[in-house]
């Protein structure tokens, strides 16, 4: 599956037999994010939660993946909710970015898709935002914890689904259930 991972080697390989310096050594040349995400991706992939799967479009662009979580408890049980991650050239100085897909009623996604998540802030306030020693295993685990225990109605993104969670929790699983069944199969 990484194809990019068996490029990197080649590559390593080339370098080793080259006595000088070449004009297409530049164009040879991996990033030091993808040799951090040919790592990462082997390390996520053997510990992936057994809700969440991920697909690369692009086996040669592992900076770019879709990461699918179905949770199998609490609210959004039996919803299907895709995301979209990119992984951008600073990475691991900055997080990656990473978009929700799919329509949901939750209190720390919006409708249109952004997402609080402090590991996903590059600063934050309480300390537990992204720093260069985190991983896209932990992103992964922590867009899987939205729909369990890290599922907040205190410090909400979406005011109106906590609010409505507040108001009539029934009213508000309900309207979860509509999502899923709307948009989330």
Not at 16 to 24: D, F, H, N, Q
Not at 33 to 45: F, N
Not at 153 to 173: G, S, V, W, Y
Request: charged share 30%; aromatic share 8%; net charge negative.
């Amino acid at each position: 599956m990484l194809t990019l991972a068996s490029k990197l080697k080649r590559d390593d390989g080339l370098k080793g037999s080259r006595t000088s310096a070449s004009a297409s050594d530049s164009t040879r040349r991996v990033s030091v994010r993808d040799r951090l995400l040919v790592k990462e991706v082997a390390e996520l992939e053997a510990n992936l939660p057994c809700t969440c799967k991920v697909h690369f479009p692009d086996p040669n662009k592992l900076h770019c993946f879709q990461l699918t979580v179905t949770p199998d408890e609490g609210y959004y049980q039996g919803g299907k909710f895709q995301f979209e991650t990119e992984v951008p050239d600073a990475y691991n100085m900055v997080p990656p970015k990473v978009k929700c897909l799919t329509r949901i009623w939750h209190p720390n996604i919006t409708e249109t898709g952004d997402i609080c998540l402090s590991l996903l802030r590059e600063h934050s306030i309480d300390g537990t935002g992204w720093a260069p020693t985190r991983t896209l295993k932990d992103v992964v685990w922590g867009l899987n914890s939205l729909f369990t225990d890290l599922l907040n109605f205190d410090d909400p993104l979406n005011i109106e689904a906590a609010e409505h969670h507040l108001r009539d929790k029934e009213d508000f699983r309900n309207k979860v259930e509509d999502y899923i069944k709307r948009y989330a199969r």
